[in-house]
T-cell receptor
Framework: DGGITQSPKYLFRKEGQNVTLSCEQN?????MYWYRQDPGQGLRLIYY???????QKGDIAEGYSVSREKKESFPLTVTSAQKNPTAFYLCASSIVGVSNQPQHFGDGTRLSIL | GENVEQHPSTLSVQEGDSAVIKCTYSDSASNYFPWYKQELGKRPQLIIDIRSNVGEKKDQRIAVTLNKTAKHFSLHITETQPEDSAVYFCAASPPGQNFVFGPGTRLSVLP
């Protein structure tokens, strides 16, 4: 069954701690994205990657880091530098083509501060 | 860069009535406009999309219209049902660029 899997569903971060959110897709999509969702603000782009071993900052990359060592995986690390990490984090993927293609989302990870 | 506004932020309709959500965008180069539905605590799901070479697209009770001159596009849901209650997001993207999402509209369908 094809799709995007995010884990864990809920995550708690202690002061000064880095945490990593997992995102795996078996759709054979080249592009992957990380969004942050806060109430009333829609989806804001953190990082994106259009090809393995390459990624670009989005609108709110400060305090986050990513890697793209495999086509199917795009983990997001929320570092201690992100002072307000409480949010719902969504991973997405899409085909890379001549024209823009729809993005498909995972079920999200809800991150809270302890 | 692209900026997307979405109205209204909340919308309540009686079951069976129609609902309309409108988005405006700023970049005239944007040529792809998807709409997503997100139920509480769940993933956004694509419900319909439109490209700039067409003015309207329908899928059963859902339709999207695009006015390129005015730079706005709208989602129309007819014969609303309780299961249509959710947050709806629009997005716009210029060619080869990332999506810019609107802030969302919370639709409540009252029985």
């Amino acid at each position: 069954d094809g799709g995007i899997t995010q884990s864990p569903k809920y995550l708690f971060r202690k002061e000064g701690q880095n945490v990593t959110l997992s995102c795996e897709q078996n759709l054979n999509h080249d592009a992957m994205y990380w969004y942050r969702q806060d109430p009333g603000q829609g989806l804001r782009l953190i990082y994106y990657s259009q090809i393995v071993n390459d990624f670009q900052k989005g609108d709110i990359a400060e305090g986050y880091s990513v890697s793209r060592e495999k086509k199917e995986s795009f983990p997001l690390t929320v570092t201690s530098a992100q002072k307000n990490p409480t949010a719902f984090y969504l991973c997405a993927s899409s085909i890379v083509g001549v024209s823009n293609q729809p993005q498909h989302f995972g079920d999200g990870t809800r991150l809270s501060i302890l | 860069g692209e900026n997307v506004e979405q109205h209204p932020s909340t919308l309540s309709v009686q079951e069976g009535d129609s609902a309309v959500i409108k988005c405006t965008y700023s970049d005239s180069a944007s040529n792809y406009f998807p709409w997503y539905k997100q139920e509480l605590g769940k993933r956004p799901q694509l419900i319909i999309d439109i490209r700039s070479n067409v003015g309207e697209k329908k899928d059963q009770r859902i339709a999207v219209t695009l006015n390129k001159t005015a730079k706005h596009f709208s989602l129309h849901i007819t014969e609303t049902q309780p299961e249509d209650s959710a947050v709806y997001f629009c997005a716009a993207s210029p060619p080869g660029q990332n999506f810019v999402f609107g802030p969302g509209t919370r639709l409540s369908v009252l029985p």
